[in-house]
Nanobody, 120 residues
Framework: QVQLVESGGGLVQAGGSLRLSCAAS????????MGWYRQGPGKQRELVAR???????TYADSVKGRFTISRDNAKNTVYLQMNSLKPEDTAVYYC??????????????WGQGTRVTVSS
């Protein structure tokens, strides 16, 4: 089993910055891709950014140039640096990890979510 613990959400004014962190722990061989998704009020969950174990990154068009995803493989931790925040970035942000388990099967895991609120 893999546990993902997120931190770093909060309330910020438009134009401000926040840094989200997500640490993976538990029983697994390795963590492959990690990512951040978000779900705004009345919206479906969407991909924000994703990073592979080889540091290849993918971003939603809406956050390109403002958000940066990174990871520390030694700590099994992924970060999301969010700059120039906009009110439309308001959402619950969820961490996601693709883990290789000791059964040599892969599984997707989700964090509990951390709320980001951007005031105008």
């Amino acid at each position: 089993q893999v546990q993902l613990v997120e931190s770093g959400g909060g309330l910020v004014q438009a134009g401000g910055s926040l840094r989200l962190s997500c640490a993976a722990s538990g029983s697994f061989i390795s963590i492959n891709a990690m990512g951040w998704y978000r779900q705004g009020p009345g919206k479906q969950r969407e991909l924000v950014a994703r990073i592979t174990s080889g540091d290849s990154t993918t971003y939603a068009d809406s956050v390109k140039g403002r958000f940066t995803i990174s990871r520390d493989n030694a700590k099994n931790t992924v970060y999301l640096q969010m700059n120039s925040l906009k009110p439309e970035d308001t959402a619950v942000y969820y961490c996601n990890a693709d883990a290789l388990r000791y059964s040599y099967t892969r599984a997707d895991y989700w964090g509990q979510g951390t709320r980001v609120t951007v005031s105008s």
